[in-house]
């Protein structure tokens, strides 16, 4: 599966963003999606993931109840929101596909496919 991330930008705080991830290739359903972020000088991490299904959503506690995740299988896309932006959002956002299954999908070495990245930048 190929991934294409977009609809980063820059942002005030408190402000939203809405970020998608396009897939071609391999069947989209199959796969279970995630979203992760790299801030300059730190290491990816782990930011939300969803089911094949859709049914099923996993957050990072520091974006709980501020970022929703969801996909439309039948686009062969997956949707970030964001909401309440803070500074420290602020980071390049990557897209990727798993095989694996759950909430413990959490680790980017458990993600076989990744998208280009999109940047969010969050102003104070």
């Known amino acids: 599966v190929q991934l294409q991330a977009s609809g980063g930008g820059l942002v005030q705080a408190g402000g939203s963003l809405r970020l998608s991830c396009a897939a071609s290739?391999?069947?989209?359903?199959?796969?279970?999606m995630g979203w992760f972020r790299q801030a300059p000088g730190k290491e990816r991490e782990f930011v939300a993931g969803i089911s094949r299904s859709g049914a099923n959503t996993y957050y990072a506690d520091s974006v709980k109840g501020r970022f929703t995740l969801s996909r439309d299988n039948a686009k062969n896309t997956m949707y970030l929101q964001m909401n309440s932006l803070k500074p420290e959002d602020t980071a390049v956002y990557y897209c990727a596909a798993s095989t694996g299954y759950g909430s413990s999908v959490v680790r980017p070495q458990q993600y076989a496919a990744w998208g280009q990245g999109t940047l969010v930048t969050v102003s104070s």
């Open positions: 290739g391999r069947t989209f359903s199959s796969y279970h």
